[in-house]
């Protein structure tokens, strides 16, 4: 499975964005989607995941409420919409796949598949 990130960019504090990861080479209504992203000299941290018909999604503590995961499985994408960015939001953000659901969502481990990224940068 190959995963494409794209939607980020540089934009100033408050203002809002939506991150698509476009999937080919696998059926993708099979696989649990998530996001993940790492700042500079930082641990990549999980932040949604999404199930495969997107009946379920679950979230960091940290993200919930600001951010919402979403999926079309028709275009093969997942998507993440970020609100109300702040500077430390800055990092690169990393959609990720796998087969599975359940409390291992959460653990960079679970995931058999990753994009190279988009970089995010919020200005204050």
């Known amino acids: 499975v190959e995963l494409v990130e794209s939607g980020g960019g540089l934009v100033q504090a408050g203002e809002s964005l939506r991150l698509s990861c476009a999937a080919s080479g696998g059926t993708f209504s099979k696989y649990t989607m998530a996001w993940f992203r790492q700042a500079p000299g930082k641990e990549r941290v999980f932040l949604a995941a999404?199930?495969?018909?997107?009946?379920?999604?679950y979230y960091a503590d940290s993200v919930k409420g600001r951010f919402a995961i979403s999926r079309d499985n028709a275009k093969n994408t997942v998507y993440l919409q970020v609100n109300s960015l702040k500077p430390e939001d800055t990092a690169a953000y990393y959609c990720a796949a796998a087969q599975i659901w359940g409390a291992v969502v959460a653990r960079r481990d679970t995931y058999d598949y990753w994009g190279q990224g988009t970089q995010v940068t919020v200005s204050s």
């Open positions: 999404i199930s495969w018909s997107g009946g379920m999604a």
